[in-house]
T-cell receptor, first 111, second 114 residues
């Protein structure tokens, strides 16, 4: 089955700097990769996703890249703000019915 | 369009009692997923249901746990004879279809077993 690994587990950046979170997946059949942001006491919120026929996708300060050959994908947040502080989860889905999540990255943005 | 609704938000049960967690998917969504999140950990898949059918329950413990998604009404995750190790946040997500359809999460039910 699919296994998703996520690094780093904790990331601390200065406000205005960029943050990068990396994930790898094991199942080459995976074709959909969503990213979720979870704030304290709340449910995960979908922030961006990418499908396997695309190498990069951008939405304002957030971008995701996908390298199918290497089986890894990354989340890039530019010009970080204190409200970006949260736990971020990557996930992989083979087009079936089960989305497998990474262990999460706790991002701290220092003002 | 209301989002995924879970209730209760917080649930306290004594060891040995039953816990019932409810999830109403977004309007138009017929696929429901349950995940468990332990403190400081990621989301672990438990079960995937469509209306009146369990599609995949490979992540759900074989004993004491059950799930349903009836034709009418919310999806229910039921934990019988709860133990302290069941304490966690339980999240429900729904999507309009399987696979690469976007899944939206509810706010979760935080179960505490005392």
């Amino acid at each position: 089955g699919e296994n998703v690994e996520q690094h780093p587990s904790t990331l601390s950046v200065q406000e205005g700097d960029s943050a990068v979170i990396k994930c790898t997946y094991s199942d080459s059949a995976s074709n959909y990769f969503p990213w979720y942001k979870q704030e304290l006491g709340k449910g995960p919120q979908l922030i961006i996703d990418i499908r396997s026929n695309v190498g990069e996708k951008k939405d304002q300060r957030i971008a995701v890249t996908l390298n199918k050959t290497a089986k890894h994908f990354s989340l890039h947040i530019t010009e970080t703000q204190p409200e970006d502080s949260a736990v971020y989860f990557c996930a992989g889905n083979t087009g079936g019915f089960k989305t497998i999540f990474g262990a999460g990255t706790r991002l701290f943005v220092k003002a | 369009n209301a989002g995924v609704m879970q209730n209760p938000r917080h649930l306290v049960r004594r060891r040995g009692q039953e816990a019932r967690l409810r999830c109403s998917p977004m309007k138009g969504h017929s696929h429901v997923y349950w995940y468990r999140q332990l403190p400081e950990e990621g989301l672990k898949f438990m079960v995937y249901l469509q209306k009146e059918n369990i599609i995949d329950e490979s992540g759900m413990p074989k004993e004491r746990f059950s799930a349903e998604f009836p034709k009418e009404g919310p999806s229910i995750l039921r934990i019988q004879q709860v133990v302290r190790g069941d304490s966690a946040a339980y999240f429900c997500a729904s999507s309009p279809g399987q696979g690469d359809a976007e899944a939206f999460f509810g706010q979760g039910t935080r179960l505490t077993v005392v």
